[in-house]
């Protein structure tokens, strides 16, 4: 059940249960800006949080969400957390391949193992968007993640065998990267400020890259930097989100 739905549901129950908010969220052991902001719709609970409610309010919220045709399990957490540690491989990976850029310091050895990590890393990242894409119904986010698994790698192959040839490849990632960037600011989450400063930073870096000016280029090669970080932020929170958690035991029974 997705918000503010499931807010809606949450804040039906507690009435019917004569509960305040202030008791709900004692007998669930969380803030009682917590149940608000669910009751709100202005955040998504996390599972643990769900598990704790259902049991509190006596309602299978799961349960629910298989009754309304709800899909959760087209998002396999396992993947997701591969994705995210294949995100911190990409961004740690890619302070070598800025450097290489911009500098062309290193040997031909290391600079096609640069490259080659951050091709395979890459796969695996973006998969993880293609999936939060096809979850949420974001097809654009699915599509041009789909994309950039494809023309990024290929722009680093073309890259260590023939820098010349790059050219019209390496422009449609580019603004294939401009797409995504968009998608990911239409993304619907929790994280909401995460979302709009990742995808604003990838639509400016890639802008920059477009540029003629090797300064204005190099810039935007520094701030991808940042902006893989905060991707992989964004994969890290949507894992922890879905992450089962083991239920705890309300101190207080109900009557």
Not at 71 to 80: A, I
Not at 104 to 133: E, M, R
Not at 201 to 211: E, H, K, P
Request: glycine share 6%; proline share 3%; with cysteine.
């Amino acid at each position: 059940m997705e918000q503010p739905a499931l807010g809606q549901k949450i804040a039906e129950l507690r009435n019917g249960k004569r509960l305040t908010q202030k008791e709900l969220a004692e007998l669930c052991k969380v803030d009682i800006r917590t149940i608000q902001r669910i009751e709100l719709g202005e955040v998504d609970p996390r599972t643990y949080t769900i598990n704790l409610l259902s049991e509190v309010l006596g309602y299978d919220f799961r349960d629910a969400e298989k009754d309304a045709g709800i899909n959760n399990t087209d998002l396999p957490v396992k993947t997701l957390k591969l994705t995210f540690f294949a995100g911190l491989i990409y961004s740690m990976n890619a302070i070598a391949v800025v450097a290489e850029l911009i500098e062309h310091t290193f040997n031909q050895l290391i600079k096609t193992s640069v490259f080659a990590v951050h091709s395979l890393s890459a796969i695996v990242f973006f998969y993880g968007f293609y999936l939060l894409g096809k979850h949420s119904k974001n097809q654009r986010l699915a599509i041009s993640a789909l994309l950039t698994i494809i023309l990024l790698p290929l722009t680093n192959l073309l890259y260590l065998f023939d820098p010349a040839v790059v050219g019209l490849v390496y422009l449609a990632l580019c603004i294939n990267c401009i797409f995504f960037g968009a998608s990911i600011l239409r993304q619907k989450s929790s994280f909401k400020k995460l979302h709009l400063i990742a995808g604003l930073t990838g639509i400016v870096q890639s802008l920059m890259f477009l540029s003629f000016n090797f300064q204005i280029q190099s810039t935007g090669l520094i701030i991808s930097i940042g902006t893989d970080l905060l991707l992989t932020a964004i994969l890290y929170c949507e894992y922890k989100k879905l992450k089962p958690s083991a239920i705890v035991r309300p101190r207080v029974a109900l009557g």
